[in-house]
C-alpha cells in the first residue's frame, strides 16, 4: 500500500487552513461571531504574569464599523521562520522599551519600530516634547508629528478603554501591522530612588530612575532604554540598566557592505555563462546576452568589467530569470568623447560619464572620498547636455548648510549670495571647466564664463518645498549631511525632463545627528538601487593631486 504524500505547507499554516474551512462550513448553516482558535503551540506556551505592564488586556473595539475579523492576521498568521523564533520568547514576554526623547525627535514613527515588543513613555519624555514643539526646524515638526500621533493612538480607542491607559494603547490601531505591541504612558508615581552620584531632577536621571522603577517592577521582564544619547547609555551601564541606540534608521550595519555599482566580473565567468551567449550591435553599440547563475544577482545599471585577455565594461541592461543582457560602454577616457572638455582618468569616473551623459537615468548618486571628481564631473555633464545638446534647460544647484567650524553669522544678501560662500567647490570647478576656452581672448572667455553662470542657478534647500523643477539639472553636492526625510523631498521636486544627481562622502558627515548607516546619501542609494532609470558609482581613486590623494589615505 503506497504511503500518503508528506503535507507541502507548515503545520501552522494547515491548522489555519483547517480553521479556514471550519468557520466556512458554519457560516453555510448560520452566521455566529467568529472566533480565532490558538495553536497548540500557543496553548503551551506561558502566559505573561498579572500587572499593569504584563498581563493581556482586553481587545479595543474600534470607532469606525467592524468587518469580519481575517483569520490569516493577527497572532494566528504564519510566520516566517526567523520570526517565529524572535516571539518564541523562553518566558513568553516580550521587551519593554523606554523611549528617550531624542528618539521621538529623530524618527517620529518610532513608536511603531518595535514590532511585538511593548514601548514605554515616560512623564519627562513628554514634558521634553512639549517643550520643542514650537518653531519651523525639523526638530519642532518631528516633535509635532509624534503628538498628533498619540493624541490619534488614544482617539482611536473607545471611551471605557481610554480611560484605563494603564492597560496600554495598541500600537496596530492606526494601522500598522507590523506594531503588534502596546504603548505605556507613565500613569502612576513610580517610587523613584534617588541615583548615587547624579543629581535628581535632571531629565536624563530622571529617564533613568524610571527605568530603574520598571526593572523592580517586573524583574522577569526585559526592560531596555532606548536613546540616541551617547552618555546617558553610558550613565545607564554603569548603573547596571540595558540601554542601546536606535538602530530602525540604519540602512546598513558596515559602510563597507554599501552598494558600489560596479563588479568585476570573476575568472570564470566566460566558461560558465557563455555557452549560449549572443551578440549584436545596434546604434553603435554591442549588446551580449549571456546566461548563468549570477544573473539574477545582478542589478540593472550596474557596472560590470573584466580585466583579462580582452577587458570589458559593460552595464546590465535588462535581467529576465538566469539571463542578462549587457551593453558595452562608451570609452570617456578617449579625447574624442570628452565631455566640456573632461575626459575620464580611471575606471569609475568612466562609469560616471556614461550614467551621467545618458538621457534615460533620471537619478545618479556619486560617492567618494575627497578629490574624485564627484563635483567636476556633474558639472561637466550638466554644461554638455544645457548648452551643447540643449537636453535641459538650466542647472541648478544646492547643497547641505552644515559647517564644518564655528558659525560665521548671517550672511547678507539674495539668496544666491548667502548661497555664494558655500558654493566654492563651484566656482573652483567652473575656473577648470572655462580653462580650454581660448579662442577669442579675454573678451571671448568673459563672454562664454557669462553665459555660463546665466544657466547655472545657486538655490538654497530652504526654498525647495513646493517648488516643481522640469527640464532641469539639479545637483545636490554634500548630500550626506542630509536626512532621508529631507532627501525624499528634494527628489521629489524633480519634473518632467528633470536629471537628480546626489554626491556626497560618507566618511565626511559634518552633521551631528547623521552616521554613515542612517545618512540620507546612504538611504537614497540603497533604495534606489535596480532602478532601470537610477544608477550609483563610487568613486575609488583621487584625481586632485598627490598631495590630497596621501592625505585622504593617512589622515
Request: proline content about 7%; overall charge neutral.
Amino acid at each position: 500500500m503506497p504511503l500518503p504524500k508528506a503535507p507541502t505547507k507548515p503545520a501552522a499554516m494547515l491548522n489555519l487552513e483547517d480553521a479556514v474551512i471550519a468557520k466556512t462550513t458554519q457560516r453555510k448553516s448560520k452566521k455566529p461571531s467568529l472566533e480565532v482558535v490558538p495553536s497548540k503551540s500557543e496553548q503551551a506556551r506561558p502566559r505573561p504574569p498579572s500587572g499593569p505592564l504584563g498581563r493581556t488586556p482586553p481587545a479595543v473595539p474600534s470607532r469606525h464599523p467592524t468587518k469580519a475579523p481575517d483569520l490569516t492576521a493577527g497572532r494566528v498568521r504564519a510566520l516566517p521562520e526567523n520570526k517565529q523564533r524572535k516571539r518564541d520568547k523562553p518566558n513568553g514576554l516580550t521587551k519593554l522599551f523606554v523611549l528617550d526623547t531624542n528618539v521621538l525627535m529623530h524618527d517620529p514613527t518610532s513608536l511603531f519600530r518595535f514590532e511585538e515588543h511593548d514601548v514605554y513613555l515616560p512623564m519627562t519624555t513628554l514634558e521634553e516634547l512639549d517643550g520643542h514643539k514650537k518653531g519651523t526646524s525639523e526638530v519642532a515638526r518631528n516633535v509635532r508629528q509624534v503628538s498628533r500621533g498619540l493624541d490619534s493612538l488614544i482617539e482611536a480607542m473607545s471611551p471605557e478603554h481610554r480611560s484605563r491607559l494603564s492597560e496600554g494603547v495598541p500600537l496596530d490601531a492606526l494601522g500598522h501591522s507590523d506594531a503588534s505591541g502596546r504603548l505605556f504612558f507613565q500613569t502612576d508615581l513610580l517610587a523613584l530612588e534617588p541615583l548615587p552620584g547624579l543629581t535628581p531632577g535632571k531629565p536624563d536621571n530622571l529617564i533613568l530612575g524610571v527605568v530603574r522603577a520598571l526593572k523592580a517592577r517586573e524583574p522577569e521582564r526585559e526592560v531596555v532604554l532606548v536613546s540616541k544619547d551617547i552618555n546617558i547609555r553610558i550613565k545607564a551601564h554603569a548603573l547596571g540598566l540595558p540601554a542601546e541606540d536606535y538602530f530602525n534608521d540604519q540602512v546598513i550595519d558596515d559602510a563597507d557592505l554599501l552598494y558600489t555599482g560596479s563588479l568585476c566580473l570573476p575568472e570564470d565567468f566566460w566558461d560558465t555563462h557563455g555557452k549560449n551567449m549572443e551578440s549584436w550591435q545596434q546604434g553603435g553599440t554591442t549588446f551580449y546576452r549571456v546566461t548563468g547563475p549570477m544573473c539574477p544577482a545582478f542589478h540593472l545599471n550596474q557596472f560590470v568589467y573584466d580585466e583579462g585577455i580582452k577587458p570589458l565594461s559593460a552595464v546590465i541592461q535588462d535581467i529576465t530569470g538566469n539571463t542578462a543582457v549587457m551593453r558595452v560602454l562608451r570609452d570617456f577616457t578617449h579625447m574624442k568623447n570628452a565631455v566640456w572638455g573632461i575626459t575620464a582618468r580611471n575606471r569609475e569616473q568612466n562609469f560616471a560619464l556614461n550614467l551621467l551623459m545618458n538621457p534615460e537615468v533620471d537619478f545618479v548618486t556619486l560617492l567618494g572620498q575627497a578629490g574624485t571628481g564627484k563635483t567636476l564631473l556633474a558639472l561637466a555633464a550638466a554644461l554638455a547636455q544645457t548648452l551643447e545638446s540643449k537636453i535641459y534647460s538650466e542647472i541648478i544647484v544646492t547643497r547641505a548648510t552644515v559647517p564644518i567650524g564655528d558659525e560665521i553669522g548671517f550672511l547678507p544678501g539674495t539668496e544666491e549670495e548667502k548661497m555664494q560662500p558655500w558654493m566654492g567647490a563651484l566656482e573652483d570647478n567652473m575656473e577648470v571647466l572655462n580653462r580650454g576656452m581660448e579662442s577669442g581672448g579675454d573678451w571671448g572667455r568673459s563672454a562664454a564664463a557669462d553665459l555660463i553662470r546665466s544657466r547655472i542657478k545657486v538655490k538654497s534647500m530652504s526654498f525647495m518645498r513646493g517648488r516643481t523643477f522640469i527640464n532641469k539639472f539639479l545637483i545636490i553636492d554634500e548630500a550626506q549631511n542630509l536626512t532621508p526625510k529631507q532627501m525624499k523631498a528634494l527628489i521629489t521636486r524633480a519634473g518632467p525632463g528633470t536629471k537628480v544627481v546626489c554626491m556626497g562622502n560618507i566618511a565626511q558627515i559634518d552633521s551631528p545627528y547623521l552616521t554613515e548607516g542612517s545618512s540620507g546619501l546612504t538611504y537614497t542609494v540603497d533604495r534606489f538601487k535596480g532602478w532601470a532609470h537610477g544608477g550609483h558609482v563610487t568613486l575609488q581613486r583621487g584625481e586632485r593631486s598627490r598631495l590630497a590623494d596621501f592625505a585622504s589615505d593617512s589622515l
